[in-house]
C-alpha cells in the first residue's frame, strides 16, 4: 500500500467553481502535512501546511483529519491560473517526505 | 536571494555515460534530497542526506551515486548501471524540525540518447 494515496483526476471544472481534493495516507504517525502545487515541467512549490486546526489562505482551505487519515484541500472561486497538478507531502520519522502522485486540476474558461 | 539552484536545465548524455547533476542551497538547510519525476508520474525518493558526509539510499537508489561533502552541495552522479535514465531530476533542502518543508531547486532535465 502506498504511504500517500490521491486521485490523479483530472478534474475539470469551470471558472468560479468551487472544487476538492482528498488526499489519504497510510501511517497513524504522520507528523507533518502539506499541500503543493507543480505545474507542466516546473519543480513543486509550497502551497501551504495543513494544521490540526485546519488553515485557509484566501481561496484556498486545507483541513486535516487525524481520525481517519486524510487531509483536503478546497478552492474556491477557481481561477485559469490555479491549472496545475496538486501534490499531498505526508512527513514523519524525521526529514522523511511522503509524496502523492498528485491531482491534476484544469480549470476551463 | 536564498534559494536552490540546480544545473544544468537540460542535460544530453550518450548511453553508458556517466553524468554528475548539480544542487546547491544557500538556506543553511541540514537536510538534502534528490528525486526522479517520470512523465505523469510522482517524485520518487533517490537519496537523502541529513548532515554533511552521510547520506542514506531511497526507494530507487540503484544506479545513483551521491557524495556530501559541503553542507551547500549534494551532487548527483547518475552511472551507466542506471537502465533508465531519461527522465527529471529534482533537489530539495528541508530544516531540522519536524515542521519544516522541503523547498526544490528547478530541476534538471536529462535525456539520455
Not at chain 1, 483541513?63 to 484541500?73: C, F, K, V
Not at chain 2, 533537489?91 to 539520455?112: K, M, N
Amino acid at each position: 500500500r502506498k504511504e500517500v494515496e490521491q486521485d490523479p483526476g483530472p478534474f475539470n471544472v469551470p471558472e468560479g467553481a468551487t472544487v476538492a481534493f482528498n488526499c489519504t495516507y497510510s501511517n497513524s504517525a504522520s507528523q507533518s502535512f502539506f499541500w503543493y502545487r507543480q505545474d507542466c515541467r516546473k519543480e513543486p512549490k509550497l502551497l501551504m501546511s495543513v494544521y490540526s486546526s485546519g488553515n485557509e489562505d484566501g481561496r484556498f482551505t486545507a483541513q486535516l483529519n487525524r481520525a481517519s487519515q486524510y487531509i483536503s484541500l478546497l478552492i474556491r472561486d477557481s481561477k485559469l491560473s490555479d491549472s496545475a497538478t496538486y501534490l499531498c507531502v505526508v512527513t514523519y520519522n524525521f526529514n522523511k517526505f511522503y509524496f502523492g502522485s498528485g491531482t491534476k486540476l484544469n480549470v476551463k474558461p | 536571494d536564498g534559494g536552490i539552484t540546480q544545473s544544468p536545465k537540460y542535460l544530453f548524455r550518450k548511453e553508458g555515460q556517466n553524468v554528475t547533476l548539480s544542487c546547491e542551497q544557500n538556506l543553511n538547510h541540514d537536510a538534502m534530497y534528490w528525486y526522479r519525476q517520470d512523465p505523469g508520474q510522482g517524485l520518487r525518493l533517490i537519496y537523502y542526506s541529513q548532515i554533511v558526509n552521510d547520506f542514506q539510499k531511497g526507494d530507487i537508489a540503484e544506479g545513483y551515486s551521491v557524495s556530501r561533502e559541503k553542507k551547500e552541495s549534494f551532487p548527483l552522479t547518475v552511472t551507466s548501471a542506471q537502465k533508465n535514465p531519461t527522465a527529471f531530476y529534482l533537489c530539495a533542502s528541508s530544516g531540522r524540525r519536524s515542521t519544516d518543508t522541503q523547498y526544490f531547486g528547478p530541476g534538471t532535465r536529462l535525456t539520455v540518447l
